[in-house]
């Protein structure tokens, strides 16, 4: 059974890499124009580091100190300067490429431990396949880098829930910490995998594990943490940003302007420097004055929120929606042609009409079938950026971890249609012995 898992987890991987190498060689004259501004600033940051080296990140008087760069974390300015990557995009890309592929492998291995490995392979697929996660992987940018320890975290939580031991739940709190290292998101999803424990192992000490997990991604974030207060003099956990796309996010569902927000980096900069009368302030996001500027717009977005809760309910509700729908990205065209007869039609198939309908399948299927740790699994990551993410303005790089669980909930609705179609039913490892006698396609969800 081992060797057929690890067969499968090649395949994938192979498939997974071989579909973003193609949209590597697809895309690889225009994705540098993809977020140019973001792209130069985490290229000039890692040139910063490069010529101060490691000590130049804590002295309050090297350039590395402006506040400036505290938009985004360090992780992937970091890594551009140990890739040597800040004059040669393909050295990165690769990385990333790599790294998102194992992400395929990885919900595979999740959706495996909790139903069949037929369903975890289409779930895998899906992944691999996604021309979503293929185009985001070649861009300059550290979105999907991200999602990898995130997936990892989950896979370790369903391996813990069954032998449970103190350093998995720590590893998998610093995981999630070292996504925060790349983008700042992540941030508060250790109390949703904390709050989970509890639901999924009933034991007296399970608090234990979830204050480990909690620890775990401290350990990890605290470095950053105590960075910035050394050199900047102030608490900031981890980087500048909330406020600027809190208000973002508020402008973005009132296009009447009602609030006077402007929906813009530009226009946010503008605005102030003319009610600061501070002129220098229309040059930067958070230099000079960035972290009281950018604590002024947390207070006034909160202000707007107080005053109109069920409006910003409301905003919370549709932005999550939007979550689900998957981006409209360029597919593989430019390849050999039995690459093209095979791949192309495929990845025309990853639109919302198709994938959302299945993952809805899937979802009532595990709640039907009473499935309340495959639930629980399954919906820590989703539930996190529903709440959380959904406060501020978001795109649709930022919450790529949603849509490996709606595929993961699609492989279930596509399993059970495949299962009712042809009688096969897909049976999980576990459930095999105890239901054999009672069908497969029933056996395969109870």
């Excluded at 009447?256 to 813009?264: C, D, L, Y």
């Excluded at 707007?304 to 990205?329: C, D, K, N, Q, Y």
Aim: one cysteine or more; glycine letters at 6%; a positive charge.
């Amino acid at each position: 059974m081992r060797h057929k898992r690890l067969a499968i987890c090649i395949a994938i991987f192979l498939i997974a890499f071989g579909v973003r190498f193609l949209t590597w060689h697809d895309t690889r004259l225009e994705v540098g124009k993809v977020q140019y501004g973001v792209t130069a600033d985490y290229k000039r940051i890692a040139q910063m580091m490069r010529d101060g080296g490691v000590e130049a990140f804590f002295i309050s008087t090297s350039p590395i100190a402006n506040p400036n760069t505290l938009g985004h974390p360090p992780g992937y300015s970091i890594l551009l300067a140990i890739t040597d990557s800040i004059y040669s995009n393909p050295r990165i890309q690769f990385v990333q490429i790599t790294i998102d592929a194992l992400s395929a492998v990885v919900i595979f291995l999740i959706v495996a431990e909790l139903f069949s490995v037929g369903t975890a392979i289409v779930a895998g697929a899906f992944a691999a396949f996604a021309p979503q996660f293929a185009w985001n992987s070649v861009l300059l940018l550290p979105d999907t880098l991200a999602v990898f320890p995130i997936l990892l975290a989950v896979y370790l939580l369903v391996r813990a829930t069954k032998r449970s031991r103190l350093v998995s739940f720590i590893i998998i709190g610093a995981l999630i910490g070292i996504s925060c290292w790349l983008r700042a998101n992540a941030m508060l999803m250790t109390v949703f995998f904390a709050v989970a424990v509890p639901l999924l192992i009933k034991t007296a000490i399970a608090w234990r594990y979830s204050l480990a997990i909690v620890g775990g991604a401290i350990l990890l974030i605290a470095p950053l943490t105590i960075r910035n207060a050394i050199v900047f003099h102030r608490l900031i956990p981890i980087s500048l940003g909330a406020g600027q796309t809190l208000l973002e996010g508020i402008a973005d569902y009132d296009p009447h302007t009602s609030f006077g927000i402007p929906p813009t980096d530009v226009e946010i900069q503008r605005q102030e420097a003319e009610s600061y009368h501070r002129p220098e302030y229309a040059k930067a996001l958070f230099d000079p004055d960035g972290i009281d500027r950018e604590r002024a717009r947390l207070s006034r977005g909160f202000t707007v929120i107080r005053a109109h809760p069920f409006w910003f309910a409301g905003v919370m509700a549709r932005r999550a929606s939007t979550m689900m729908r998957l981006e409209r990205t360029p597919v593989t065209v430019n390849m050999p042609g039995s690459a093209r007869v095979l791949i192309y039609p495929v990845q025309k198939l990853f639109l919302t009409a198709v994938m959302l309908p299945l993952a809805i399948i899937g979802l009532l299927i595990v709640i039907f079938r009473k499935q309340s740790r495959a639930l629980v699994i399954l919906s820590i990551v989703p539930l996190y950026y529903f709440t959380v993410q959904s406060i501020v303005h978001t795109e649709y790089r930022y919450v790529l971890p949603v849509v490996y669980f709606l595929f993961a909930f699609a492989a279930v609705g596509i399993a059970w249609i495949a299962g009712n179609l042809v009688g096969a039913g897909l049976v999980p490892a576990r459930t095999r012995a105890a239901t054999r006698t009672r069908g497969a396609t029933r056996a395969a969800y109870r």
